[in-house]
């Protein structure tokens, strides 16, 4: 790993590259519907943390040589300077609504603390000016991580500093530092504690306003461990709310406590929330092992689901599968021709077919003859060819003359020519 978004399991103590790419990401924060986010230093700005994702990178190569494609930021503009520092969407519940499941993040060398709101891009998100939240005029104020408190407010760590960057160490001063709070109208300052509520009073917190006590609350749930009144209680959020996002912290929660099994999430599939389906499909491939009916679901979801959020979420599974079980997926997902133009479907199908494609000719031309993407036929062919191999090159070529598409056999013949190019030696196959 040498750029990326990573987890960590405590229990498990299992590392993982989440996404890979990006550049110094110094945050990440989840939105009402656990969808990522996070600010990116030196190169643009802002992404959306999508499990399996390969972002343009500040420099170096994928790790994956056949990468091809990477995925994109998601704000189609720029601030003055490329320094930014922490993440937090704000859900604290206190601030006006204008400003709930919006991203704020600092930004060094500017003295600001900026604000950008998200909208609805095919399978994820845009990124827009939401105004500045603040500009300091005291140049030397680094405001670096807001995070927002158990009563709403917001709390900001300044280095304050007369120079902005690492580098310059030697004329750091380390005697200055201040922190700020920020509130909107009358507010009490509140003393929690929340290790010594009761477990149903834990419960009660994923219902709350302020996302802060939701999380501390899961957390310290998933730490007491399994519980069948706690068990009970979440299936009943999530069974009963009519708020989507309070079912959503209830199949967390549920999650993290062990309190899931294919009787909770194969209802969750066919839920009439995409986030909902859309999760049930991340949690159901934790371990990359689901059972054959939920493979099943997933194939005939690939297929008929409206939605591009819940392809998503399928694209970024298949790739924690089996290379047996991913393909019914993929091949499902390669027919969609209305995401050929999609800022993350095109990569992510592409990234789990490509072991496939380069482990089984057979899978290859199955794939290629069911993709309606562009950008999939052109990576088949460039993946087939790639090695110069022959027996690959003999594949392309009787396939070609199956494809009675003449764009995708120009997509094809246009991968070919990537993968050759500037290679003297290759010879032609039969």
């Not at 930021?73 to 969407?89: L, Q, T, V």
């Not at 003393?191 to 010594?196: F, G, I, M, T, Y």
């Amino acid at each position: 790993m040498n750029a990326g978004i990573w987890r960590y399991h405590p229990k498990k103590q299992i590392f993982e590259l989440y996404a890979e790419g990006g550049s110094n990401q110094w945050g990440v924060d989840f939105d009402d519907h656990g969808q990522a986010y996070f600010a990116a230093c030196v190169i643009d700005h802002m992404w959306q943390g999508i499990q399996g994702a390969r972002y343009t990178r500040q420099a170096g190569a994928p790790l994956n040589p056949f990468t091809y494609d990477q995925i994109t930021n998601i704000a189609d503009f720029n601030y003055e300077k490329r320094a930014y520092c922490g993440a937090m969407i704000y859900l604290g519940g206190q601030w006006p609504e204008k400003y709930r499941n919006t991203f704020f993040f600092g930004d060094i060398h500017m003295n600001t603390l900026r604000n950008e709101r998200f909208v609805r891009n095919g399978s994820g998100s845009k990124s827009e000016k939401n105004g500045d939240f603040l500009v300091s005029k005291d140049a030397w104020y680094r405001g670096l991580s807001p995070q927002y408190g158990p009563d709403g407010s917001v709390f900001i760590s300044d280095w304050y500093d007369r120079v902005p960057c690492h580098q310059q160490k030697e004329f750091t001063d380390r005697s200055n530092g201040r922190i700020y709070r920020i509130s909107y109208g009358k507010t009490k300052p509140a003393r929690v504690d929340l290790q010594e509520a009761a477990s149903a009073e834990l419960v009660a917190c994923q219902l709350s306003p302020n996302d802060w006590s939701v999380r501390h609350a899961r957390r310290i749930l998933a730490e007491r461990g399994p519980d069948k009144d706690v068990h009970v209680a979440l299936k009943a959020i999530l069974s009963n709310h009519p708020d989507e996002t309070r079912k959503l912290r209830a199949l967390w929660a549920l999650h993290v406590t062990d309190g899931i099994d294919e009787n909770v999430l194969l209802p969750q599939l066919s839920s009439k929330s995409e986030f909902l389906r859309a999760w049930a499909i991340q949690l159901a491939c934790e371990d990359g092992n689901p059972s054959g009916a939920t493979l099943a679901e997933f194939a005939e979801m690939a297929k008929d689901d409206p939605s591009p959020i819940v392809r998503r979420y399928l694209a970024s599974a298949a790739g924690r599968l089996s290379q047996a079980n991913r393909m019914g997926i993929l091949k499902a997902l390669a027919a969609h021709e209305e995401d050929a133009k999609d800022p993350n479907l095109p990569q992510l199908i592409w990234y789990a077919a490509e072991p496939l494609v380069a482990n089984d000719y057979s899978a290859a031309k199955e794939l290629l003859h069911a993709s309606r993407i562009s950008m999939l036929s052109r990576n088949i062919g460039r993946r087939l060819a790639e090695d110069g191999d022959a027996a690959g090159m003999a594949t392309l070529i009787r396939e070609l003359e199956k494809i009675a598409s003449h764009e995708k056999a120009a997509d094809v013949v246009a991968g070919m020519n990537l993968a050759l190019k500037g290679k003297k030696n290759t010879q032609p196959p039969a």
